[in-house]
């Protein structure tokens, strides 16, 4: 079955570049999107990459996809304790329009 | 004013208890979904609804049942709350022209837990 797989923690020290991976498993998936979900609030959304595109830049952000592989990355370039939050991957199976959500990983921000 | 919004944001209930999570959304969208959140599992989808004559199960239905009273309103009952419904429950919404249909809007959460 459709499945997303996350790391469940990322630490990295402030001002370093974060990676959070992911991979998934319906090679069919439109779009696969990265949310973010501060500290007490609901899941926002941060980027997203339509399939036939390998990379995506946005400021300090970059979005990386592998479709081969079936992996998918965010690069948090600067990390600052903003920063901090979980984020979760999900894909887009063809059917139903539903997302299918990564278990979401935490990143904690060193001073 | 938030575009979702979720009531109560808190709730602490005994085992037994039937109890209603409310969302309401000013958004226009026709689509809404409930969610829980549990740590190490992330989201999985209770029930969905695409229109107000239109309700799906989703992975996860059992022990909860949902009413769609308008466009705007879908509210998630637990009819008797056991204590493995302890989790933050999430509203969400989308509509079929943003990014193909799945781009969703989330709710702040409503964090219940039952005793």
């Known amino acids: 079955g459709e499945d997303v797989e996350q790391s469940l923690f990322l630490s990295v020290r402030e001002g370093d570049s974060s990676v959070i991976n992911c991979t998934y498993t319906d090679s069919s998936s439109t779009y696969l999107y990265w949310y973010k979900q501060e500290p007490g609030a609901g899941l926002q959304l941060l980027t997203y990459?339509?399939?036939n595109m390998d990379m995506k830049q946005d400021q300090r952000l970059t979005v990386l996809l592998n479709k081969k592989d079936k992996h998918l990355s965010l690069r948090i370039a600067d990390t600052q304790t903003g920063d901090s939050a979980i984020y979760f991957c999900?894909?887009?199976?063809?059917?139903?329009?539903?997302?299918?959500w990564g278990a979401g990983t935490k990143l904690i921000i060193k001073p | 004013d938030a575009d979702v919004t979720q009531t109560p944001r808190n709730r602490i209930t005994k085992t037994g208890k039937r109890i209603m999570l409310e969302c309401s959304q000013t958004k226009g969208h026709d689509r809404m979904y409930w969610y829980r959140q549990d740590p190490g599992l992330g989201l999985r989808l209770i029930y969905y609804s695409f229109d107000v004559k239109d309700i799906n199960k989703g992975e996860i239905s059992d022990g909860y049942s949902v009413s769609r009273q308008a466009q705007a309103k879908f509210s998630l009952s637990l009819e008797s709350a056991i204590p493995n419904q302890t989790a933050l429950y999430f509203c969400a919404t989308s509509d079929p022209r943003d990014r193909g249909g799945y781009e969703q809007y989330f709710g702040p959460g409503t964090r219940l837990t039952v005793t």
């Open positions: 999900a894909e887009t199976p063809d059917s139903n329009y539903q997302l299918i």
């Open positions: 990459i339509f399939s």
